[in-house]
């Protein structure tokens, strides 16, 4: 059985959360084109009959313009330590920016095999200036793979799989089979309203939503559960909850629907927002964001 963790970095909108959902075939992590939309660890755990690979998805390291930002460069960079391999996911699309030379140089010294995976190939028409990019990019340092892939598109993934598995040692599992991810399926249910705030307002609002489930309440077929959307201004709440309330309510629907899907039952969702003033610098913002605590 080969084992281990293997952590995904690169900068925000690369779609490292996107490629995490794929390889494990179900959304655990959300995604958006707005950057900066993971904040938090998540682990995704894939087997299969002879591997174990758990999945590291991590904020994008971007210029940080505020606490929240440095505190999730802070994890991202934390979590490609003691990992047996790193995915450095490049949006090849774009070609090889210097925010994506910053973090190769930030990682490239750490004795830890680096794949470097050329997502969104999808995108690329031109293949011979692919071809092009990918000379150029392989003089940059000695990545013990260079895969051009598609998260959306499901394309090399298996391909992916295998190179990693050459690279993991033989093990036990390390999780039981049934273990899913580090985090809370409440942390999750709320997540997936913030990903439907981000999709449906766009950049009407800044990226300081946060969402918390106030209270979860599961019997045998259904489950009930109340999510608070905290925004820091009230024209921020105005938007969200729409002409009478519209927008909120296409917010829930569809945060509705994810929720259904990933805990296979009838969900009863009930979403309200509240404005706080000042709720960015509160110590409670980060300590509720799970981005405090080994972070000091
Ligand atoms: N066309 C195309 N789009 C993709 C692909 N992978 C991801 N995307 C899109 O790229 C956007 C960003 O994807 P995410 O998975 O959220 O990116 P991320 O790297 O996790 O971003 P942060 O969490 O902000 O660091 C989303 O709109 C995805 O649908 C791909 O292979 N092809
Ligand atoms: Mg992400």
Redesign the pocket.
């Known amino acids: 059985m080969k084992c281990g963790f293997v952590s995904l970095v ?10 995490l959902n794929t390889i494990l075939g179900m959304k655990l ?10 904040r938090n660890v998540i682990q995704g755990i894939y087997n299969d009959e002879e591997s174990q690979i758990i999945f590291v ?1 991590t ?2 390291i971007h210029k940080p313009s505020n606490k929240l930002g440095n505190l999730m460069n802070k994890k991202a960079y934390n979590n490609t330590e003691g990992v047996d391999v790193i995915l450095f ?1 490049v949006d090849i ?1 774009k070609g090889f920016g210097k925010g994506d030379q910053f973090i190769l140089d930030k990682i490239k010294d750490k004795d830890i095999p680096i794949f470097l995976l050329l ?5 690329v028409k031109d293949k011979t200036k692919l071809l092009e990019e990918i000379a150029k990019i392989k003089e940059l340092h000695d990545f013990k793979e260079i895969i051009p ?5 499901n394309d090399n993934i298996e391909l992916l799989l295998e190179c990693l598995k050459k690279e993991l040692a033989e093990s036990e599992r390390i999780f039981s089979e049934e273990d899913l991810t580090n985090v809370t399926t409440r942390f999750i249910m709320a997540e997936f309203v913030r990903e439907k705030v981000l999709e449906l307002t766009h950049d009407e609002i800044p990226h300081t939503v946060t969402c918390y489930v106030e209270n979860y309440e599961e019997n045998e077929k259904v489950v009930h559960i109340q999510v608070l959307i905290v925004v820091d201004r009230d024209n921020i709440k105005k938007i969200i909850i729409g002409k009478q309330g519209s927008m909120l309510k296409e917010i829930g629907t569809r945060a509705r629907k994810d929720m259904e899907a990933f805990l296979g039952k009838k969900v009863f969702l009930e979403t309200y927002v509240k404005a706080l003033k000042n709720w960015r610098d509160e110590e409670k913002y980060f300590l509720e964001l799970g981005l405090k605590e080994d972070d000091e």
């Open positions: 690169g900068r925000p909108n690369v779609g490292k959360s996107s490629l992590a959300i995604t958006s084109d707005v950057s900066g939309t993971t998805d904020p994008g996911l699309s997502n969104k190939i999808d995108l892939i598609s998260a959306k598109k």
